[in-house]
């Protein structure tokens, strides 16, 4: 199995792990997970959802998310800033492609690439993921798994 090969299985192991740990999202319109991943060790996660102390619940009564919603991307770096570890040259894998705002996170945190499931209906977060030089990979995990 080529160098290649390898990172490819990884990738798409990692991403069906972000994919479970978005399940402990409490957001009803849509659950996004997130993993860093440096020297093949998880260094954090995150998932999308209210600050911590606040209540779990994501969406207003007219089905709107909170604009206090954190999403997973930054759950996972902010996480890491309470922590001893640092994302310079480690890999994001998040279930759907980061909007704007989270890809300005990546970017300041030294996260050097983005290993997204879905696209999101924006494409402005990608678009400054790659003028900022780093790596974005899209993988269809349905596509993979039918192989």
């Known amino acids: 199995m080529t160098q290649e090969e390898k990172q490819n299985q990884l990738d798409r192991r990692y991403l069906r792990m972000a994919r479970i740990w978005a399940e402990n999202s409490y957001c009803v319109r849509r659950q ?11 260094i954090s996660d995150g998932y999308n959802g209210t600050p911590s102390g606040f209540e779990n619940v994501c969406e207003d009564d007219n089905n709107v998310t909170k604009p206090y919603v954190l999403h997973a991307e930054a759950n996972a770096i902010t996480k890491l800033a309470r ?9 994001l894998y998040v279930t759907a492609s980061p909007c ?19 696209e999101y209906r924006l494409s402005d977060g990608i678009d400054l993921l790659r003028r900022a030089n780093i790596e ?12």
């Open 83 to 91: 922590s001893s570890n640092n994302s310079e040259g480690s890999t």
């Open 136 to 147: 974005v990979k899209l993988i269809n995990l349905e596509q993979h798994e039918s192989e």
């Open 100 to 118: 704007l705002e989270c890809a300005k996170l990546i970017i300041q945190s030294g996260i050097r690439r983005v290993v997204y499931g879905e």
């Open 32 to 42: 996004v997970g997130a993993l860093v991943v440096k020297d093949k060790m998880i």
